[in-house]
């Protein structure tokens, strides 16, 4: 409940007023949801990064350790530099991960506009709206492989194993599993993907506009 309060809150102001940033120096709609929504992600790593070590630790550990026991060790054996291992492999997924929800819905609402009412910003409907968040929350599932070394770096770091980089995990991964390891687990993201970005994308927009009606 904290990571997700606190993370959709970091997202959302930060990622409105990066875009209202690009909007003011003329930068284009779609430019701008790809710029805002990495900038918004990259800014979750501030709570996200020790709240998904902490998952991980309990979900990984030996079934006795707690999120309490594990703030308590992280903080006494490693400091605040503790909760953020694999802290690089967050900042590229989330960057990625909203710059591709952002940045393909808005491509998808242009496009859906052109052919659908041949004004690539014609305002569309609410079921348009919806379809256009489904499509960008499924292609920003092509950034999954981050995900995968996310988990794999901070299991390791909380069960005391060597540090690998991301790049090491993924030819770790890739030579026990194939290229199917870099993708496991891809359909449960595929669909929560999809909810995160009609809530936090569409979502937002509909909302906004209300707003400042």
Known sequence: MVECASKGAILLYSKEAIAEGCAAVGIGSTSAGFIAGAGGGVCQTIVMGP???LVTAVVTGNGSMTVAGAMATTWRDKGLPGFYPGGIAIALRQATNWASRQGFTDLTRRQMGRILHAD???KLSLKEEAVAGMVGGMLSCW???FEVARIEIQARAMAGE???NMAAVFRMVYAEYGIGGLFKGLVPRMMLNIWQTLFM??????IKEQLTL
């Open 201 to 206: 994308v569409s979502g937002a927009k509909l």
């Open 143 to 145: 950034n999954h492989p």
């Open 120 to 122: 690539p910003k014609a």
């Open 51 to 53: 709240s998904t070590f």
């Open 162 to 164: 060597g540090y690998l």
